[in-house]
């Protein structure tokens, strides 16, 4: 089961030289330095006073990309990279990766693997968001893959 569905990380590895081609900064390990970190709010004498981590970005266009692999619906990211992403300075678009389907194994009184429709379910959520006045995201446009 592992073997077919590959790790948020293995997927940034596929992605990196189109994007780094686009001219996106791209996170590169797991290491404070090979990571990208956007600021959210500033401090005194300006210096960043908090940041968020992020996959990829584009200063040019202002584009923030996250991808997300088995927890993007069952662990909510999703919510955390839209609030997250809605904080970064100069954030104009998102961009949220995440699986068709991801299958774990659920464990009760027998072990059962499960799918869960993770980029339906994402599509479902934006939909709301946008459909309703309640909830306003600053972007001039979000982006959804399924992978």
């Not at 692999?69 to 955390?80: F, L, M």
């Amino acid at each position: 089961m592992r073997g077919l569905q590959k790790r948020s990380d293995e997927v940034l590895a596929i992605l990196r030289p189109g994007l780094e081609g686009l001219n996106f900064e791209v996170e590169k390990g797991k290491r404070a330095h090979e990571k990208i970190q956007r600021p959210a709010l500033f401090g005194e004498m300006g210096e960043p006073g908090h940041k968020y981590e992020i996959d990829a970005y584009n200063e040019d266009s202002g584009i923030v990309l996250e991808i997300e692999a088995g927890r993007a619906i069952k662990g909510n990211a999703i919510y955390r990279d839209l609030i997250q992403m809605a904080l970064m300075v100069d954030a104009k678009f998102a961009v949220i990766a995440m699986p068709i389907s991801y299958r774990h194994r659920q464990v009760k009184k027998h072990t059962v693997t499960v799918a869960v429709p993770s980029y339906d379910s994402g599509r479902k959520l934006l939909e709301a968001i946008y459909a309703s006045p309640r909830l306003r995201l600053p972007f001039e446009g979000i982006l959804l893959i399924g992978y």
